[in-house]
């Protein structure tokens, strides 16, 4: 979706950028000149008291006056409640969340704000390509780009067949202020709770998507050059925790969306569908290896007659066919990333292995929801909940009034409902 000549929302009025981070790392720098490059309104980080001095002396690196980019801190990190501590800083009519690594084109602003000309849009998402933390893509890296190309591909039909998507990752994802100003929005979003006792840290962009379907808000993805965001992924085994947490809250989300609110089934068909294709991958993918070795095995334990008409094919057949199948398939299947990284065609073998382990790694997921911390983000796991709803509606709910009158141009209600219950 282009952006239009003379746009309702401009990046240098109407956005502000929030990144909550604990890091202070020479990486934000180059970060945040990438993101000014977009003429934002503000940038503002939330992050510990700890890490407020060298992230505020690498802010003023870059922005001396300290007009645009700010440091504000919560008590103990924790990153949903340093979201609503960022989101109640703002003064503008869009957000937009950002990793603190991720690398932004220069077009990236006015083409993300672009689809809000719509007013049925509350969330606009974007692609995503890997940056390499060294030289050279580690194992890890290139495993990494395998599955984030596969994430583009997805979310781009997904868009253009119903409007849908799982997921507005959080790398970057931009927001109607006034949907996430909301106070009963701020309660459930830091109070959110598996099986009503394992109070879960990551997964804020799973709910910010879950959120919007379910006040019937809609979505969109840009998936052009002009918005395609770069960012680093762990090089090293580390790696794997992250995939814990991530298929962890896929699956948490996932369900809430198609069995306990089961709005997404009325409002987007295709993406339910995709979401049901997921619970079941790892069955089907691994039902391939399952029934040859099966065969195989029947074949050593009831031997073909020599006589018969039609003999069994022999056991290195069937598995030099299979493995030539997944080969071809598959390179169909990822021939958009090999456009782009023809050197990766040497790695086909290894993805494919990979995605074998993937499928026990997502079933082990299954069976330990109750884990919901980060794993890869040391010092972020601060249990506590914040059980605020009266709090956050006498503190702000007079001034969530006052400011959504300026932000409710196209008059719209915020209509509140309980996001997944307990679940």
């Known amino acids: 979706m282009k952006p239009k000549k003379n746009p309702t929302f401009t990046c240098k009025r109407d956005v502000t950028i929030l990144i909550p981070t604990i890091d202070a790392g020479e990486e934000i720098k180059l970060a945040i000149k990438t993101w000014l490059k977009s003429d934002p309104y503000e940038v503002i980080f939330i992050t510990s008291k700890e890490t407020k001095p060298a992230l505020l002396e690498l802010a003023r690196s870059v922005d001396p006056s300290g007009n645009i980019v700010k440091v504000i801190t919560v008590e103990k990190p924790n990153k949903r409640k340093q979201m609503v501590a960022g989101i109640n800083e703002v003064k503008t009519q869009l957000i937009i969340f950002a990793d603190d690594d991720v690398l932004w084109p220069s077009k990236m602003g006015e083409w993300i704000i672009a689809p809000f000309e719509d007013p049925r849009i509350g969330g606009v998402g974007t692609s995503q390509t890997v940056l390499s933390i060294g030289e050279r893509f580690t ?15 997805e979310i781009t039909a997904s868009t253009k067949i119903d409007g849908g998507l799982c997921c507005l990752s959080g790398r970057t994802a931009a927001y109607r202020t ?3 100003r909301d106070p009963e929005f701020q309660s459930q979003f830091q109070n959110e709770f598996w099986l009503g006792k394992y109070h879960q840290h990551s997964g804020d962009d ?5 959120w919007l379907y379910y006040h019937e808000w809609k979505t969109y ?7 395609e965001l770069a960012s680093t992924f762990k090089d090293n085994w580390r790696f794997l925790k992250q995939l814990l947490r991530w298929t962890r809250n896929t699956w948490r989300s996932d369900f809430k969306s198609i ?7 009325r409002q987007y068909p295709y993406t339910a569908f995709t979401m049901i294709d997921k619970f079941f991958n790892p069955l089907t993918l691994l039902m391939g290896p399952v029934t040859i070795t099966y065969f195989a095995i029947q074949r050593q334990y009831n031997p073909p007659s ?15 066919s299979y493995a030539v199948y997944l ?14 990284r023809p050197i990766d065609v040497f790695f086909l073998p290894v993805v494919i292995l990979f995605n074998f382990y993937f499928a026990f790694l997502k079933i082990y997921c299954l069976f330990t929801l109750h884990i919901t911390e980060w794993g890869t983000r040391v010092g972020a796991d601060h249990d506590e909940g914040t059980d605020n709803a009266k709090e956050l509606e006498a503190e702000g709910g007079q001034q969530f009034e006052l400011e959504t009158q300026g932000l409710l141009k196209d008059g719209r209600k915020v209509t509140h409902g309980k996001l997944g219950g307990d679940v």
């Open 221 to 227: 993805c840009q998936t052009c050059p002009e918005v």
């Open 327 to 340: 080969l071809l398939t598959r390179f169909i299947k990822y021939a958009p990333h090999f456009v782009r």
């Open 139 to 153: 194992i890890w890296e290139i495993l990494a780009a395998f599955r984030i190309s596969m994430r583009n591909i």
């Open 178 to 180: 006034q949907i996430i």
């Open 259 to 265: 069995f306990v609110e089961r709005k997404v089934w």
């Open 206 to 210: 799973k709910f910010l998507t879950r």
């Open 306 to 320: 020599p006589n018969a008409r039609n003999p069994p094919l022999e056991d290195w057949v069937i598995f030099t």
